[in-house]
């Protein structure tokens, strides 16, 4: 562009065709930053459900250290509650096995969970 845009700029005069080019060109501007926009909000959504379901993976270890306590020698609900619950806590018992694994390492797991270095 030539010295003569940036004067009609200055003077708040343009012709047609170049009130046009300033039109589509802040027409892309404003596309761009929107669909920047976009994807940013889309990371930010993605992060939080990935923070929500490391979370609720939590609040199920927790669940299952409650119930079944006494096999790490905390003290438990009444045995009956525990067996009563025990057909429907697979899952649980099968993590809380999963979680005497990983003992020996806990920050090697929540390191790689909040992904921290």
């Known amino acids: 562009m030539n010295s003569t845009f940036y004067e009609f700029i200055k003077l ?9 080019i300033m039109h589509n060109i802040l027409k892309t501007i404003k596309n761009k ?18 923070t929500i379901e490391t ?18 020698g905390m003290p438990s609900p009444p045995m009956q509650i525990s067996l009563d619950l025990m057909p429907l806590m697979e899952k649980e018992l099968i993590l809380m096995m999963e979680k ?6 806990p ?3 929540l390191f790689s969970t909040f992904d921290i270095g």
Not at 12 to 20: A, D, E, M, P, V
Not at 100 to 105: K, L
């Open 55 to 72: 979370e609720f993976e939590e609040l199920n270890h927790i669940f299952g250290v409650l119930v079944l306590g006494s096999f790490i």
């Open 33 to 50: 930053l929107f669909s920047a926009w976009k994807i940013a909000d889309e990371v930010a959504r993605e992060k939080a459900v990935e």
């Open 12 to 20: 708040g005069r343009l012709t047609k065709s170049q009130n046009t």
């Open 100 to 105: 005497v694994d990983t003992a020996n390492e």
């Open 107 to 109: 920050l090697a797991q």
